[in-house]
DNA sequence: GTTGCATATGCGCCCAGTTGCATATAGTCT
DNA sequence: AGACTATATGCAACTGGGCGCATATGCAAC
């Protein structure tokens, strides 16, 4: 399990409440691993109890207090541990790509492309500015800087790649036989 | 969940037993929604109380008895509104861009490129074969075949950008300063 | 004054995929 | 005779993610 690892990864950069790490779920981390924040909360509880992360509670003017986790040094051995191991590869996993295997409704079909090609450009648009905003000069990079740029490439060309593909099914697919 | 309608999609195209629906899942449509046979029985069985396939019992010689599943005109009409219903954009999720993200160790994470650009590279060989096999001349492609096909383009693509990520990955992290 | 929003934390159930195990037939290989 | 492989079907327990729901503080807007 992943999530863990991507908690432990989160809060070794800078402490966070669960609400803080949903957040940064939402924006930047969960770009490689989304989580709600019940999910968060209910895993973080968990790692408290294994002794990776450790919790204070601070009050804050005019908000709910918070519980600010941080990462132990049971965690960071963890983490070191989770890194060394290989990690396998994740299958592909596609309702869309079994859609267009099956072929029933060319109509849906399109659609379908066309919306995920959209959805895609949205994505692709909030790694860009990522990129622009925080590797402005990814040739200086190094070290856990270049870690996090090289795994925003991956989102990049990924998405980009799922953009290339709905273009090559709507080429295919519009003005051709129906079903 | 899809794992029902990917199952009706293969026995639309051809009626199947369990065993024979598990190798097609390793074989071909598998790679669009991998699924284990114990997954196929359970949900086979959970398809015919739907009504959605039905089975005959086949004696073989020198082989065990085979239940054989069809699909029947309540599972066509299933498939047909699962076709016409939108899917949603798979998020990616990746343990791999995780670590990445969290930069423990550079070794270990030179060491996954590697092994993970030549799973990607069997996994492209294998989808070029098929579409050698099965598809020589896509231009001529309508309907179903078509269909096929450009899922399968889909699975190079993702491969393709795979390896291209793996190499830009090795690119920058070879003989570059460590952790 | 109440509706709505941001902050903040969590419980409980379900669903689907993973892993391990079990069992049976029949042929081949050593 | 015993081991291994291919064919064939399945149950049980576990795990982790998804979804719905609940609750509390405090501010701003209407």
Known sequence: MALEHAILVSLGERAASGYDLARRFDASIGFFWPASHQQIYRV?????????????????AGKPDKKVYAITESG?????RWAAEPTDREALRSDFAVKLRGFRDRDAIIADAVARKTAHEQRLKQYEESQARFYPAPA??????LGSWLALRGGIGAELQGIAWCEEILTHLEGRGSR
């Not at 973080?44 to 804050?60: D, I, K, P």
Request: no cysteine; net charge negative; charged share 30%.
């Open 44 to 60: 973080l509880a968990r790692m408290q109890e294994s002794g990776w992360v450790s919790s204070t509670v601070e009050s804050q």
């Open 76 to 80: 960071e051995v963890e983490l070191d």
């Open 140 to 145: 200086a990079l190094t070290g856990k800087e």
